[in-house]
């Protein structure tokens, strides 16, 4: 850092168990020599710094130790006249390294660009694309910590979780490998947080979005998520997994830990909706025979445009899709039969309850018909695909947190006792309602004619025969 600060091109020319020597190759010659220092700790922390031109020293304190003692010029020649030059210590990764670190922990997505420019400007260091890229790695490994050594790192901070998070629900699953073996090899994790827990049993809406993401080199393996819908019909985490690849065994395991922190059993009438990924449909039916799993109208309309494109297939679709009775998905599917019968036979193949609103059952009293909270939530999981997994659980939890905190925030800023969401949602509601013509019929059953249809409204078991 001397030879950089002061544009002089330092190298030892001599060294031995007593003595260290520093020669500058400008004009002058500077020398410097230290008092005995034990030999296993000559390279690694002895601390003796050239000052400035006239080679003031500041004096290291290497250990307080007997064969420990601090470093001391003994002689040394001042090199005033020296005019400086270009000094290989300006080329060492090492060196830009730590002038890095302070940059990325502020901005960690920081352009290659960027640090070159930062270098030129405050270090006047011009080093390549190459030489930069590898600095900046080299940095943020630093900051993120060893991909393979926070695995030896992971129970430690699962206690640590819990210990912060009462009712936290962590669970692992390791390679048992050879007998002979001390250790154990990674292999999954599950991590259900207790105010997270709490929070969702407390909201009441039995529908969850199961979605997977693939971690981003050098990481690996793949995050399985379970999301709800909150009060203010946003996004809800409810749990997190990170696991080898995605695959039914994985979601088999993912849904077993699931199902024993929402205490679900295998008769229990839950709700799902997923894309139909590799290995999820088999794993739900077979943990939870009874639920709901709905599929999301977006992926199967992308599997539709393989074969039928344009916006006339889209329409029928989605026309077929979110009609609310049977009767109205009928005549939805003849129309689509009449239009192309090969586009009717194909989506025929699917099961309605799976797709079509007017079929849905469950507990879950919901229109949802796309896996948006589990789509938005990746989306934000992006920057934590490619962090070693102690940093990824972390940015994980950390994101939860803010979450629901904003979400509190909003919610205590409306006037009324609805979320904004509900309190917009109703005023349409309201709106409509004037174009509707009630009839009591006795106890508290009404019959209610729009423009078009009339249908029975049973207060009393609060069921309605439009199903919307």
Known sequence: ??????????????????????????????????????????????????????LSVKYGVVGKSKDKVSCQIKKADNGESCSGKSNKWAKRELYIVYKLVPQIQKNPKIPIKAVISYLETYTELIINEHKAYGAVRRATKMIQGDYKSQYAE????????????????????????TLKSETRVFKRIYICLGTLKKGFKAIGRDLLGLD?????????????????????????????????QECGSSWTWFLECLGQDLDLSTKSNFTFISDRQKGLIQAVTNVFPCVGHRHCLRHIHGNMKGDFRGIAYKNHFWRCASVTTILKFDQAMQQLKEFDNEAFI????????????????????SDVLLSNTCECFNRWLVDARDKPIV??????????????????????????????????????????????????????????????NQYVVDMETRSYACRK
């Open 1 to 54: 850092m001397h030879a950089i600060e002061t544009r002089r091109k330092l190298v030892f020319v001599k060294n031995d168990k007593r003595r260290m020597r520093v020669k500058c190759e400008g004009l002058c010659t500077n020398s410097k020599s230290g008092e005995k220092v034990s030999q296993s700790e000559l390279s690694k922390k002895t601390k003796c710094d050239v000052g400035p031109s006239n």
């Open 154 to 177: 992971l129970r430690d901070y699962v206690c640590e979780l819990k210990r912060c998070n009462a009712d936290t629900t962590v669970k692992f699953d390791v390679e048992l490998g």
């Open 212 to 244: 997977g993401a693939f971690m981003k080199q050098p990481a690996t393996g793949c995050i399985l998520s379970a999301v709800g819908v909150d009060s203010n019909n946003g996004i809800y985490p409810v749990s997190y997994a990170i696991v080898e």
């Open 346 to 365: 194909w989506l025929a193949k699917i099961l309605a309850h799976q797709w079509a609103m007017s079929h849905f059952i469950g507990r879950a009293v």
């Open 391 to 452: 940093t990824a659980l972390e940015y994980i939890r950390e994101y939860c947190m803010k979450r629901i905190v904003n979400v509190k925030i909003n919610i205590s800023k409306t006037n009324g006792p609805l979320t904004p969401a509900a309190t917009k949602l109703f005023e349409k509601i309201k709106s409509e309602a004037h174009q509707c013509i009630i009839l009591w019929g006795g106890n508290q059953r009404y019959q209610v004619s729009g423009k078009v």
